[in-house]
């Protein structure tokens, strides 16, 4: 254990979140940032739901914005997640829907826009541990899309993101390399992006 430790000292860990960080403090490791570290090796990553192309729902803990930024400037992003994530399509293990954070002024009008241009409901996340709404370590709130069908995820990304007011979309398309799934019989079963 030790001798893994030296290892990873000679290395520099980027946070996505104030947890991460506290991780990677509370284990000794360097904690840099992206002013100084613009260009990361690899994001290793967990999501609340990857599907059979690799695209993935992220942000229910609510950290999605930093989370796809980091994810973004890595060479490699990898995700780690249990077997419970694992689908054929978004939506059937992810029952809470699509995070997605908006400035905290545009949050109704964004949830029309959303529900009105693709169906279901984007309803504000409320917090369980306090009153009033979910605050993101960016000082904005998210909204939930709770979508009714499958979409062309690309397209709906890339359009809810145009919406004044939104600041990203709890879509990954098209940026994890590879997932690995921690199986319930302690096996771990790896998923490539298909080849198209």
């Keep these: ?16 979140h104030v947890q991460a960080r506290q991780l990677i403090l509370q284990h000794g490791l360097t904690l840099s940032d992206l002013d100084r570290h613009p260009e990361l090796d690899v994001a290793i990553d967990g999501a609340d739901e990857v599907d059979a192309d690799l695209t993935l729902i992220k ?8 989370e796809k930024i980091v994810a973004a400037c890595a060479k490699h992003f990898i995700v780690i997640a249990d077997y419970r994530k694992h689908s054929k399509a978004l939506g059937q293990q992810w029952k809470k829907g699509v995070p997605i ?4 002024m545009a949050y109704v009008p964004v949830s029309r826009t959303i529900a ?6 984007a309803n504000l996340r409320m917090a369980v541990s306090k009153a009033g709404p979910v605050v993101t370590d960016n000082s904005n ?7 009714e069908h499958a979409q ?3 397209e709906v990304n890339t359009a809810i993101k145009m919406i004044p007011g939104v600041v990203d979309t709890g879509l990954f398309v098209g940026m994890a390399e590879r997932a690995y799934f921690g199986m319930e019989d302690g096996s771990v079963q790896v998923r490539d992006p298909p080849v198209n």
């Design 101 to 104: 954070e908006v400035i905290p």
């Design 152 to 154: 062309n995820w690309k």
């Design 141 to 147: 709130f998210i909204l939930d899309w709770k979508f």
């Design 59 to 66: 942000g229910g803990g609510g950290c999605l914005a930093q």
């Design 1 to 16: 254990m030790a001798e893994e430790a030296k290892k990873l000292a000679a290395y520099a860990a980027v946070d996505n």
């Design 116 to 121: 009105k241009c693709f169906g279901g409901e």
